[in-house]
């Protein structure tokens, strides 16, 4: 699948949550996703929530893995571990890198990289593994 057919597809599963995730590029193995951040995705003090973080880095593991096997909507979520390294710039988007790791039958093992638009170093980084449903389903 290329972006705009996953921008397509989440818009049709996950419509509550499309508006969220901005697809910019889809590679083989690989995709990159933009969050543009707004004020209900700051925590007090004015920096982007944690659980942001996670969704970006949960979405776009999703897409990885769909970019490859095609539009399963039941693939889920199996483990994560995730590590919040930085504070993020206050008032800029959130921009993952995401490459799979694994790519088996059942399951795809993702890492994502999570930065802050024009800061070089990350302020997160995840390990999600997805299970992936059989064909069909």
Not at 65 to 87: E, H, Q, W, Y
Not at 117 to 129: D, L, S
Request: hydrophobic residues 45%.
């Amino acid at each position: 699948m290329d972006a705009p057919a996953i921008t397509a597809f989440l818009r049709q599963v996950f419509d509550q949550v499309a508006d969220d995730f901005v697809v910019e590029d889809v590679q083989p193995m690989a995709c990159r996703v933009r969050t543009p951040i707004q004020a209900r995705h700051l925590r007090p003090g004015g920096t982007v929530s944690g659980p942001t973080m996670f969704a970006l880095a949960d979405v776009s593991a999703y897409i990885a893995t769909l970019a490859m096997i095609g539009p399963r909507a039941l693939a889920v979520t199996t483990n994560c571990s995730m590590d919040f390294m930085r504070k993020p710039a206050s008032g800029v988007d959130l921009i993952s890198e995401t490459r799979l790791l694994k790519l088996g039958r059942q399951l795809s093992v993702s890492h994502v990289l999570i930065y802050s638009e024009g800061i070089e170093a990350p302020v997160a980084q995840a390990t999600m593994t997805y299970a992936i449903p059989p064909a069909g389903v």
